[in-house]
């Protein structure tokens, strides 16, 4: 048994400890808990995909269907279930077991708890105590009865005497007992056809036996053959986690340095954005300030060139007003109103007290002279170059990593080598090819007994067969030889040899029945009992819970099968649970329970969860202290766009002058309302000259305000922005550098702490494929590798060897001998009475009027 322990310590190799990763497991969580609010989520997992355990394919199917002769099997068992509707004893036959345990004794059996055990025991077997106590009567009273009916007979008793008395229904007791005969016979025959098909079934199923025998040889040579391979391919996935692992630490840089940088990117690119974004206000404030000091100048010029205008134009107005058509009283109001709407000919804004912003100009002017920009872009650019750095820093922990990684398979290898289990399998596989050689010389044997097996039933049935023979040919010789018209006395020979047939028969049936009645109860005590008490609790497997009884065995020993192949009878393996994983074609790992004799959880804690590579990772270092967000000249930048001077223009002077419009009256409406009141006149000079004077007004709007208000409007909007802009420009660029300086100081001072939770689940991320390797070895250990359907196979093939056919085929020989054996008794009875028709007698009846009937 040197091989199966080999075979067994192998397999456990590769299964993790459920202890330590739930320790494990329980860990974790109190550690994420307390740090739950700061620290994010590892991210998942990627999968791995180790691919598909090489697998075993099994050539035996354990399943019989009878076919025909099923149809016998089945009426077998509804007769023993009628014979024995029991459930199965289970806690009868525990008990038994147990209080027998140091064997037999007489005396013991006077104790009460004993004869209770008796007597629930005879209440059991009371279906086949009293079969069997018939099936004893007949034996026992058969040849005796059969001696005093010959001795009977002799003495012309008991229808010995050959004289026959008249009968009026003579013709219908005689037609009675003939087809009772024929009947009987009938039945008789149908037993031994029964009988014989269940004998003949017995050699056609040793052929079956020899396949079952070997296919589950053959795969048990595919499971000993097929096991190293799948060992090798466990070992061999190790590979793919490493390769992983190791990708993962070519682009530790990426991925540890992005996870760090995107922990700290909460805090720094948020400031580096605001930096951004006052860089575009200063563009934008120069941009404003130029349109300010260009609107400015525009409409400076054009207030003094629109004054002068509008001086001319009221100066002209007013003449044309003192013509003296003026003065005729029906034009006089119309003059008086214009004259009066004169004053409304001049400018509302004065811009020339308005100072300009030449001076914030120039200062902007300096300001934008170093690109804030560019500065901040190089503190991104600094920032985003982490991955490069901690590539860089982690260069002597990722090799260092990646010998623990190659010592790591090194181990796994060099354990999986430490034991010779080609060798040992190889040496398994002698024994099966030596053990099916040793089987298969026993063929000729088995089949010799078959056949002299096959010859004594066929002789046993014979005798039935010679007892049919002889009522058969009696009743053919009877019928076909009797004469209605011939007396008993002048009966024919053929009628009387026929009922000298029946005679005979009815001897050689007192001459068999009881041998042959004894061969019925003996099977049908043994095979019966064997099909209640051992084929159905073993195709219902509750044979296998009296098996696992704890402490069946031995009051010390609890489990039998784990003391017999561990030698520790406390592991909870039992015989059932292990036909089930088999019978599911679960691994042997699993359906032996090895974790429990081999504990492989130190094994892997020095190997892929082993301190060395904690302590490698514990080590990782990053420094981020060169990383610089902003440098000084951004800073100076940014104080000097602050005190440029945009917060000192006065904005409220020009917001008012803005406000209040080019002129004080819409040029427009003035000339529109002039040349209403110029068609009040009456049609001359005057009316032509007004008219003039409003085109002239329209004329100086269109080229002299329309301008200035397009000016005005930039203005307003530059002045606008600007003071936006303004507003607490100081306090913005002041929080502005806090923000960076927080930023430098958290990457200064705290990257520390980031760096070690990134780390810390970067290491998870990588443990996690080793994770997912250990987990996939137990589960292939536990479903693919070593599966042991063949061993539930065995299991299956005996039952149906040793139930299907052998013990329904005897029990339906004795079914069919032994209704054989019952119908001969009324088959006897059926005989006498019938020969007496048949036979010629010595002497008859004789009546005076000379008339007989003897019909």
């Known amino acids: 048994m040197l091989w199966t322990r080999w075979l067994v310590l192998l397999l456990c190799w590769g299964a993790t400890s459920g202890e330590q990763q739930a320790d494990e497991r329980d860990r974790a969580p109190a550690e994420v808990r307390a740090d739950s609010r700061r620290q994010r989520s590892p991210p998942p997992v990627e999968p791995l995909d180790f691919g598909f355990v090489p697998a075993a394919v099994y050539d035996t199917h354990a399943y019989y269907e009878p076919g025909a002769v099923g149809i016998l099997f089945h009426m077998v068992h509804a007769f023993l279930y009628a014979v024995q509707p029991n459930s199965f004893p289970k806690d009868l036959i525990v008990k038994v077991i147990q209080q027998n345990m140091g064997g037999i004794k007489i005396e013991e059996w006077r104790k009460p708890e004993n004869v209770v055990l008796l007597l629930k025991w005879i209440h059991y077997e009371a279906g086949f105590l009293i079969c069997a106590t018939i099936g004893i009567l007949i034996v026992v009273l058969t040849p005796i009865i059969g001696m005093c009916f010959c001795v009977c007979r002799c003495c012309e008793n008991c229808g010995g005497e050959m004289h026959q008395r008249q009968r009026k229904n003579a013709d219908c007791q005689r037609g009675f007992y003939t087809a009772s005969l024929v009947a009987t016979s009938i039945f008789i025959v149908v037993g031994v056809l029964i009988a014989y098909a269940a004998n003949h079934n017995v050699s056609i199923q040793i052929k079956s036996t020899r ?251 014979c005798l039935v067969v010679l007892v049919l023979a002889f009522n058969i040919l009696g009743l053919l010789c009877g019928s076909c030889g009797y004469d209605k018209q011939a007396t008993p006395t002048t009966r024919g020979c053929l009628s009387n040899t026929g009922g000298n ?39 219902n497997r509750q044979l296998f819970k009296i098996i696992d009884t704890p402490f069946l065995v031995h009051p010390a020993k609890k489990n039998f099968l784990p003391g017999m192949l561990f030698q520790n009878p406390n592991i909870d393996l039992t015989l059932g649970s292990m036909y089930r994983d088999c019978f599911e074609n679960n691994g042997l790992y699993h359906a032996l329970q090895l974790e429990t004799m081999f504990n492989i959880n130190s094994f892997l804690n020095r190997t892929v969860y082993n301190n060395d590579l904690a302590k490698v990772f514990e080590s990782v270092q990053v420094d981020l202290q060169h990383i610089t967000l902003l440098e000084q000249a951004g800073r100076d930048n940014l104080i000097n766009f602050a005190n440029s001077g945009i917060g000192q223009i006065d904005y ?82 002041t929080n502005i550098l806090s923000a960076i300086d927080a930023a430098e100081y958290l990457i200064t001072n705290n990257a520390s702490h980031v760096v070690k939770q990134e780390t810390k689940g970067y290491v998870q991320s990588l443990v996690g494929y080793f994770r997912q390797y ?51 008794i009324p088959s006897i009875i059926f005989s006498v009475k019938l020969a007496k028709y048949y036979r010629r007698m010595d002497t008859e009846d004789v009546f005076e009027d000379g008339q007989e009937n003897w019909n």
């Open 774 to 824: 250990t987990e996939w070895v137990k589960n292939s250990l536990t479903a693919e590798v070593a599966q042991c359907k063949p061993i539930s196979n065995i299991v299956d093939s005996m039952e149906i060897v040793a139930c299907s056919f052998i013990v329904d085929s005897v029990n339906t020989f004795w079914f069919g001998l032994g209704g054989c054996c019952i119908l001969l």
């Open 652 to 733: 409220e002077a020009y917001l008012a002058e803005v406000n209040k419009g080019v002129t004080l009256v819409d040029l427009l409406s003035f000339s529109t309302d002039l040349e209403a009141q110029a068609d009040q006149l009456p049609r001359g000079a005057l009316e032509n000259a007004l008219k003039g004077h409003a085109s002239s007004i329209r004329q100086i709007h269109r080229e002299q305000v329309v301008p200035m208000e397009q000016a005005m409007s930039t203005l307003s909007q530059s002045i606008k922005q600007l003071q936006r802009m303004s507003s607490d420009l100081p306090v913005k660029v």
């Open 501 to 539: 047939l029946l005679m005979a028969g009815v001897g050689f049936s007192f001459i068999f029945v009881w041998v042959l009645m004894a061969m019925v109860t003996t099977f049908f005590i043994v095979g019966g009992n064997v099909e209640k008490l051992v084929c159905e609790p073993l195709a």
């Open 211 to 461: 396949r079952l025998i070997n296919t589950n040889m053959r795969d048990m040579k595919t499971f000993a053959n097929n096991t190293p391979a799948q060992i090798e391919y466990l070992t061999a996935q190790y590979t793919t986690a490493k390769n992983k692992v190791l990708s993962e630490l070519d682009n530790i840089g990426p991925l540890l340095g992005g996870r760090i940088h995107s922990q700290l990117e909460k805090e720094v690119v948020p400031s580096l954005d605001t930096a951004l974004r006052m860089a575009g206000a200063m563009r934008e404030t120069k941009e404003a300030l130029e349109n300010v000091s260009s609107s400015l100048e525009v409409l400076q010029e054009g207030t003094g060139q629109l004054q002068a205008r509008l001086t001319g134009e009221r100066a002209s107005l007013s003449n044309t007003l003192s013509d003296p058509a003026c003065t005729n009283g029906a034009v006089s109001p119309t003059c008086n109103t214009i004259r009066s709407t004169l004053s409304q000919l001049g400018i509302s804004a004065d811009y020339s007290k308005l100072r300009d912003v030449s001076h914030a100009l120039d200062n902007i002017d300096t300001v934008l002279k170093t690109d804030l920009t560019n500065i901040v872009q190089k503190g991104y650019s600094s920032f985003n170059d982490t991955p490069r750095l901690v590539k860089e820093q982690t260069k002597n922990i990722v090799s260092g990593v990646k010998g623990t990684l190659d010592k790591i398979g090194a181990e796994i290898n060099g354990f999986s080598k430490m034991f010779p289990v080609e060798a040992s399998l190889a040496n398994f596989t002698i024994f099966l090819n030596q053990g099916l050689k040793n089987i298969e010389s026993y063929y000729p044997q088995i089949d010799q007994m078959d056949f002299y097996r096959w010859i004594g039933c066929v002789a046993v049935l």
